[in-house]
């Protein structure tokens, strides 16, 4: 059997295509200087991420040619190569043709001085890049049924908006082992004994008695050993704490190994691992957790009470660029301690906000462009546009304002403006979703006005950075 105007049959064409998408990976990994060269790939909702051992031997020029790559950013300590909504099926590709993943034993080279920034910029994109999906889509079904709700198009007291309430706020609760699990790569710690370590801290019995201890007066506290103080909190939705529980269990795990005998190491590695980290976190490390989480969140409430216009302003103004070097992950476990703390987030919005103004600029480029330009590269800009509409801005932002940087900064500038507006107005989410239109009826959730003002602000902020890229931009036919 062939397919229509070929004469190659289908399994040979499908090994063809096999093979040369195989070939580009190979391309990949030799513009980075080889399998030997690459120290771990990790990979967020767009993009591939590497950790190189000599980023000299890159060669970037190269590496922006091959087809399929959309951008390449050099930041945080790593090489950041742009795929777009395909990015999973090259990483599980790269398995099959390189030696380096996110299991590759890290590279005990000698760090460098100023990095401590780029670090934590890389470990936060590395615990959240690949938890943003599943809180994303629980976040929006929490803001469609708020939606729903909102408009009676069904019950508050249905047993279906009980039933997909109750999944969804799951998700949320119990974010502390996502966010582990997901940090356990990054801290090269066995996953499952951090999960293990997560469960201890949501423990059913431990969250009881404390219930049991305050309801007769006394203070949610056990003693044990009789001198180690258990403060009995409630962990549920805290990812600071998890966070730092995993770093804890990859410092104890090594110093376990070398103390068990290599006989009792299967037993007693895991046991030792498990029982110290769970009894020196939730003695220690989680309460501590939890008051830089209600320290950070009193930070950027201050912020806001200060001056919550020049607040959004700023937040606004710098959204593009943080999606350009790739740090934008940054702002996830501030909203998700926003919406643990207070209930609401107001910078959710404003990357919404970015990303349609990201797309406003990058539609005036193709207007301009579509009489000058080849119809192939007119192409190419209206669909970086319209997937900026649906949140995907990588595209748009490495296909086309990277190459027109006024362009975007008039992004820029439309989103720290119409930012500045949203938070003055109190526009906010109540849970976390994606950023594009299709996220709108999430601020229901928050009342009729807060939906007003959302659709207003996406609508606004795209027609002014159309009108400032238009007016102050000039595009060539390149």
């Known amino acids: 059997m062939s397919l ?68 390449v950013v050099i930041a945080q300590g790593q090489i950041q190569v742009v795929i777009g909504v395909e990015v999973e099926k090259w990483f599980n590709a790269l398995t099959d043709v390189s030696s380096a993943t996110d299991e590759k ?42 939606g729903l709700i909102a408009t009676k198009v069904i019950s508050e007291t249905s047993d279906t908006v009980f039933f997909f309430r109750s999944i969804s706020v799951a998700v949320f609760f119990f974010l502390p082992m996502l966010v582990s699990f997901s940090a356990a790569k990054v801290f090269k710690v066995n996953e499952y004994i951090a999960l293990a370590v997560a469960a201890a801290m949501m423990a059913p019995k431990l969250v009881e008695k404390a219930g049991q201890l305050s309801a007769a007066g006394s203070s949610p506290e056990l003693s044990v050993f009789g001198f180690v103080p258990i403060e009995l909190l409630n962990y549920g939705g805290a990812i600071v704490p998890a966070i730092l529980a995993v770093w804890v269990l990859s410092k104890i795990t090594p110093l376990v190994d070398k103390l068990v005998p290599a006989s009792a190491k299967p037993v007693f590695t895991p046991l030792l691992a498990f029982t110290v980290t769970s009894t020196v976190v939730l003695s220690v490390v989680a309460p501590a957790g939890m008051w830089l989480s209600n320290g950070a969140g009193w930070v950027v409430s201050s912020l806001l009470d200060v001056s919550p216009t020049l607040t959004g302003f700023v937040f606004g103004l710098t959204r593009p660029i943080t999606i350009v070097f790739g740090i934008h992950h940054s702002m996830t476990p501030i909203s998700l301690n926003n919406f643990a703390l207070y209930g609401k987030d107001l910078l959710m919005p404003i990357m919404c906000l970015g990303n349609l103004a990201i797309a406003g600029a990058t539609m005036a480029v193709w207007y301009k462009q579509r009489k000058i330009a080849s119809k192939e590269q007119s192409s190419i800009t209206l669909g970086s546009g319209i997937t900026a509409i649906l949140g995907i801005t990588e595209p748009a932002l490495f296909g086309v304002l990277t190459k027109y940087t006024k362009a975007l900064f008039m992004a820029s500038l439309a989103t720290g ?20 239109v299709f996220s709108l009826p999430a601020y229901l959730a928050g009342g009729t006005q807060n939906f007003i003002q959302a659709v207003l602000g996406v609508c606004g902020v795209f027609a002014l950075s159309f009108i400032l890229t238009t007016m102050f931009v000039r595009v060539d036919n390149k």
């Open 105 to 146: 034993i890290e590279h005990k080279g000698v760090q460098k001085k100023g990095q401590l920034f780029q670090n934590a910029m890389q470990v936060v994109a590395g615990i959240f890049g690949p938890v943003v999906p599943a809180i994303a889509g629980s976040g929006m079904l929490m803001g469609l049924l708020s």
């Open 4 to 71: 229509p105007g070929t004469n190659k049959p289908i399994k040979e064409t499908s090994a063809v295509n096999k093979d040369a998408f195989k070939a580009t990976l190979e391309q990949l990994i030799a513009t980075l200087g080889g399998n030997a060269n690459i120290e771990n790939i990790t990979h967020c909702m767009t993009r591939l991420r590497f950790k190189l051992i000599d980023e000299s031997l890159i060669n970037k020029e190269r590496l922006e040619s091959i087809q399929g790559v959309k951008g």
């Open 417 to 436: 403006i119409f930012g500045a507006i949203s938070v003055t107005l109190d526009t906010h989410l109540t849970s976390y979703i994606l950023s594009s």
